[in-house]
């Protein structure tokens, strides 16, 4: 998926603005708990992220409008990521350029699993539990798990094999890009199985809203006793809501 440079600043751009103001994560971790909290069943406000992200001390910026760009381009990222069809559109990874090197490749293992560790606080904090995921779900969590042990056990031999450098180097670097998509197909297959619980989730919010508008609509309103429940009981109000009043 093509990021709209247009309505963001681009990940390089970000990357500063996230430095600048003393970030506490980095763009690979607050990707992945952006995927994770937009997948999540309950909605997670965006204050909720930005306290995670930013220090309570705050940042080196120079004025009052930067610090505005810098949350207007987080929301823009935000907004973004809501706006992915994993049914029909590819994952999108932070754009890093990562060096042709050992560094490069170590970098590159731990933002991959920064992302993943990421990925499942959102979802944390999103209130997901096992019940939302579908059964297909389930399993792409149990792969990603699974995928992430694999770079972390690449990260090690890779150590271990440093002394073939060149060599090395290109074989886990295919590795890596393997492993990547198979992570960008279980996070979308994630995604998708837990739509069922954000429509109930979203459906029962409504519920409780519609609820609670009849009821401060009775609080307002003088009902005859013989009059039916605004609730929706099917009583006479004296003898439901009225009993309480």
Not at 118 to 135: A, N, P, Q, V
Not at 181 to 204: P, T
Request: charged share 30%; with cysteine; hydrophobic share 35%.
């Amino acid at each position: 998926m093509e990021i709209p440079f247009d309505k963001y600043c681009g990940d390089a751009m970000m990357e500063e603005y996230l430095k600048k103001g003393g970030s506490k994560l980095s763009l690979s971790e607050i990707y992945g708990l952006l995927y994770g909290t937009l997948a999540a069943p309950n909605m997670v406000m965006p204050s909720q992220i930005t306290s995670m992200i930013f220090s309570k001390e705050g940042g080196d910026f120079e004025s009052m409008e930067e610090v505005k760009e810098i949350m207007g381009n987080l929301m823009s990222l935000w907004n973004i990521i809501a706006g992915w069809k994993p049914e029909s559109e590819p994952f999108f990874y932070p754009d890093i350029k990562y060096p042709d090197t050992s560094e490069g490749l170590k970098q590159r293992i731990k933002d991959n699993s920064s992302l993943f560790i990421y990925f499942i606080k959102g979802l944390d904090i999103g209130g997901t539990i096992e019940d939302d995921f579908s059964e297909d779900g389930l399993n792409a969590l149990e792969t990603l798990s699974k995928a992430n042990a694999l770079l972390l056990k690449y990260a090690e031999l890779f150590e271990m094999k440093e002394a073939e450098e060149g060599k090395e180097l290109e074989k886990t670097s295919d590795s890596i890009n393997q492993l990547e998509g198979v992570v960008a197909d279980c996070i979308a297959r994630i995604n998708l199985g837990l739509k069922e619980a954000r429509i109930r989730v979203a459906e029962e919010m409504r519920m409780f809203a519609d609820a609670q508008k009849k009821a401060l609509q009775a609080r307002s309103t003088k009902i005859k006793r013989n009059d039916p429940c605004p609730c929706g009981s099917g009583k006479k109000y004296k003898k439901c809501c009225g009993l309480i009043h």
